[in-house]
């Protein structure tokens, strides 16, 4: 629903080689075009990345919920995803978030009744701002 929503199209799905994946899980995908590719056998740390973000996803977002169809699982995500993209801090990005191209504000002394709570998600997301002048 995202996907199609920002008109992304898959051209492979990469999977390792479990056999929980059957036959039939790759015919659905083939049937739309997609090409699989297996990962190398033996090989954990080849997706590192993506195993890391689907545990922070897992983490801090999905396993406080528990998912009643598909379109409640895609508004979860994408809640999530613009918080984690938008707001949320990351420390490898000198506490910015990935979508925060601009320089930050100069550092100063802010009153606590200057700053406001939002919640979203229930209150598993929580982020604080300044209160608008």
Avoid at 43 to 61: D, G, M, N, Y
Avoid at 64 to 75: C, N, P, S, Y
Wanted: glycine share 2%; aromatic share 8%; charged share 30%.
């Amino acid at each position: 629903m995202v996907a199609e929503d920002m008109s992304l199209s898959s051209e492979y799905l990469m999977r390792d080689n479990d056999v929980k994946f059957s036959r039939q899980f790759d015919d659905v995908f083939k049937t739309s075009g997609v090409e699989i590719k297996r990962t190398v056998p033996m090989s954990p740390k080849l997706r590192a990345h993506v195993e890391r973000f689907i545990q922070t996803l897992k983490f801090e977002c999905l396993n406080k919920f528990v998912i009643v169809a598909e379109k409640h699982l895609d508004h979860i995500c994408r809640v999530w995803s613009r918080h984690y993209n938008e707001v949320r801090p990351h420390s490898s990005r000198d506490h910015l978030p990935p979508d925060f191209t601009a320089p930050p504000e100069e550092a100063t002394t802010v009153r606590l009744s200057d700053i406001v709570c939002t919640s979203k998600l229930g209150g598993v997301i929580h982020s604080y701002v300044r209160r608008a002048a």
